[in-house]
């Protein structure tokens, strides 16, 4: 782990705490101890970020795996993975590197921004994916390496679950060409009870990036949770009031980490994407 990079977005308190203002969990971390996302440290009163540019994984994916069905289809983008998460869910489907990663904390490898583009043009990437785990937690890297990565004509892409404060989100939007956000849900108490955060700054970073970046939605349907035809109604609805030509993606859940129940039936996912095609113009099954 680093020791050297400080953090933006945050303010000292007194007794030595720092209050992080990267997500909208705020965070006021006491000396020695670490934030909800795993990630960010309070080392001597400053923040501090451990895992500046430690990398759990790098492959070369389809556009279309993020998912970007209307972003250079049919092209290859290198994609990195991180380590952490500021949400709880019981049913992460990347539980290893987002929540329960102190056993791989050895095996991640350190790159410079520079160096991650350097490899992304190696590869002859069209660009550089920020995914697996949650990229924005990483904020201060991310920028970093997306700024070097434009100059060097490589398109960014951000897969995320969307939780973020607006000003670090303009700095990190500025860099990036497309995302697929998360829409976990539309009912503000699953954020709550559920996955322990909150819809509002969710759907405000989703509205945010729509104004500046292409941007694609994912749900991962939930038999029993997020799946009842309303919710979706409202999803589908929601998106279409920001443009009906945002592409949803509605993708199967299958039991992961905590949660046991069975996988979503391919016939709901497709029922599901009926019902949101009477608002939008393109929705997409995933996972089935
Ligand atoms: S980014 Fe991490 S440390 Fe900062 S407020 Fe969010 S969960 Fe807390």
């Known amino acids: 782990m680093r020791t050297d990079f400080e953090a933006s977005y945050y303010t000292r308190l007194d007794e030595g705490k720092v209050r992080c203002e990267l997500c909208p969990h705020f965070c006021v971390i006491a000396e020695g101890k670490i934030g909800i996302c795993g990630v960010r440290r309070n080392q001597a009163g400053r923040l501090m970020l451990p895992y500046y540019g430690m990398i759990s994984s790098i492959a070369m994916d389809p556009i279309e795996k993020k998912p970007l069905y209307h972003f250079f289809p049919g092209s290859v983008i290198m994609s990195v993975g991180f380590v952490g998460c500021p949400f709880r869910c019981p049913f992460c489907q990347n539980y290893s590197i987002s929540i329960e990663f102190a056993s791989l904390v050895s095996s991640l490898s ?10 992304a043009i190696a590869l002859g990437s069209m660009g550089i994916a920020y995914t697996y785990s949650e990229p ?6 991310i920028t970093e390496a997306a700024r ?3 100059k060097r004509g490589l398109k960014n892409v951000l897969v995320t679950n969307g939780y973020i404060n607006p000003a670090p989100a303009e700095d990190i939007l500025e860099h990036m060409d497309a995302a697929n956000i998360d829409l976990k849900s539309f009912n503000a108490d699953f954020y709550s009870s559920f996955i322990r955060g909150k819809i509002e700054p969710v759907k405000a970073f989703i509205l945010q990036a729509a104004k500046k970046i292409h941007v694609e939605v994912t749900t991962l349907l939930i038999p029993g949770k ?3 035809d309303e919710e979706i109604r409202d999803i589908a609805k929601w998106v279409a009031a920001i443009r ?3 592409p949803l993606h509605l993708t199967a859940y299958y039991p992961r980490y905590h949660y046991t129940q069975p996988p979503t039936p391919p016939s709901r996912v497709l029922a599901a994407v009926d019902i949101a095609k009477k608002y939008l113009r393109h929705v997409y099954p995933g996972n089935i």
């Open 110 to 119: 350190f790159f410079e921004p520079q160096e991650l583009v350097d490899r």
């Open 244 to 246: 009906d030509d945002i």
């Open 136 to 141: 924005l937690i990483h904020a201060e890297f």
């Open 148 to 150: 070097l990565a434009r």
């Open 226 to 228: 997020n799946d009842s």
